[in-house]
């Protein structure tokens, strides 16, 4: 309508005796917008470097995003129909039935997992699995978001390592080092303090 775009329509055309056809508009407009929602949805899922999947009500794979390959080096197609606990590196028994539990019963998990990729190799994440139900509140399933967090685990360990060595020295002094507050009340103290008489301090 002058030059705008009002309606996206369904056209059924069905041929009748005759030469006659019969033709069926249906007003597509509703779906349009739903499909093109559910577009940039997997789009935006698809564009980031975390793993999300989606299952049905058994636990099997039925969505992963362009991430899962990357990831865990499965096959996108291999996954799919398998359950989502393939992932997981073995004697993690009690944290996958804790979230299995924890979504049949309506309720969101959230905790650190170790996975498996397809070589072998393990690699912890930090997991959020969600319940998804349908328009009458059953359980169809679950989606998982899965980040990899082995480098922030390394940076982690390197971060203690590097205060734990500090902490070594200071507490080689023989004299005693402290901090306090504004209050001036003690925060931190090195073992030389503890050697101390007790009318020290």
Same mark, same amino acid.
């Given at each position: ?113 170790? $996975? ?19 328009? $009458? ?33 200071i507490d080689s002094i023989e004299s ?26």
């Amino acid at each position: 309508t002058n030059g705008r775009l009002t309606l996206f329509a369904d056209i059924v055309v069905t041929p009748l005796e005759g030469g006659f056809s019969m033709v069926t508009l249906r007003d597509a407009t509703r779906r349009w917008r739903m499909e093109s929602h559910v577009q940039r949805l997997a789009a935006a899922i698809d564009a980031t470097t975390d793993v999300f999947y989606l299952t049905d009500a058994e636990f099997r794979l039925t969505f992963v995003n362009a991430a899962f390959q990357e990831v865990t080096g499965h096959n996108i197609e291999d996954a799919l129909g398998r359950s989502g606990e393939f992932l997981r590196a073995p004697g993690q028994e009690q944290q996958i039935q804790s979230y299995l539990t924890a979504v049949r019963k309506g309720r969101d998990w959230a905790g650190e997992l170790i $996975n498996l990729r397809n070589d072998g190799t393990r690699y912890p994440v930090s997991v959020t699995i969600s319940p998804i139900h349908d328009r $009458n509140g059953d359980f169809i399933g679950y989606v998982a978001n899965e980040r990899n967090i082995k480098a922030w685990k390394e940076l982690q360990d390197e971060v203690l390592m590097e205060r734990n060595f500090a902490r070594s020295i200071i507490d080689s002094i023989e004299s005693a080092i402290y901090t306090v507050d504004r209050e001036f009340k003690l925060t931190h103290i090195n073992e030389a303090w503890r050697k101390f008489p007790a009318e020290h301090g």
